[in-house]
């Protein structure tokens, strides 16, 4: 398949893991850059206009974009997302915490020792969740249950790109699924090295802000 067709694969997909998406992205972002090397940008910026909320997506396309290699960065990228130790490091952790809720009403909640939500994408000024989990994030809320979050290799986003990101999804007409939330009562971020408090979670050491996804297209 050429890596066009499988960009616009990618692109057109109504629903996919953020992780699969991304890795998807990174493979055919890296072929593409043998082809057409001056298409890497538009390809990226494409396929973020129709998975803005996608951390992931941000992530591949923030570090191909600043690579000195893509097709070896490609590779890198996609390898990570498809070996993230995420979900059993936290798994290990919450052996240890008690009862976790990850779905469930405000009854489910009322029992829980930590509630579990997994982002898209988490940043500064919030954490975009699939619209079927805000309301375990409220019950936790009112009910004051400590909330952990789930944020895999490349969802922690940083300040500048939090923005653009956020700016897209606030464009009117938007179909693309994903609800921005605050921020309040997040205790841990779960990620590819194990609990962090928020704070340092964000502090994201491998996602560069090229100024090509700063910048209005």
């Known amino acids: 398949m050429h890596p066009i067709e499988r960009l616009r694969y990618v692109a057109r997909a109504g629903w996919a893991a953020p992780a699969v998406l991304a890795a998807e992205a990174a493979w055919a972002l890296g072929d593409l850059s043998l082809y057409e090397e001056h298409a890497v940008l538009p390809a990226c910026r494409r396929l973020l206009d129709r998975h803005p909320g996608c951390g992931p997506l941000w992530w591949v396309a923030a570090r191909i974009l600043t690579a000195g290699d893509v097709v070896d960065e490609a590779a890198r990228c996609a390898d990570a997302l498809e070996s993230d130790p995420t979900g059993d490091l936290l798994d290990e952790d919450l052996a240890e915490r008690g009862r976790a809720v990850r779905h469930g009403g405000v009854g489910d909640v009322a029992s829980a020792d930590v509630v579990v939500v997994e982002v898209d994408a988490i940043g500064p000024g919030g954490m975009v969740l699939d619209p079927d989990d805000v309301g375990l994030l409220e019950a936790a809320r009112a009910l004051e249950v400590p909330v952990w979050v789930e944020a895999g290799v490349g969802r922690a986003v940083p300040p500048r790109l939090w923005e653009a990101m956020a700016g897209r999804l606030e464009r009117p007409g ?23 408090a928020v704070r340092v979670a964000l502090a994201c050491p491998d996602f560069p802000e090229p100024a090509e996804l700063l910048a209005r297209w």
């Open 174 to 196: 938007r179909r693309t699924p994903g609800t921005v939330v605050g921020l309040a009562g997040v205790e841990q971020v779960a990620g590819p090295t194990g609990l962090l």
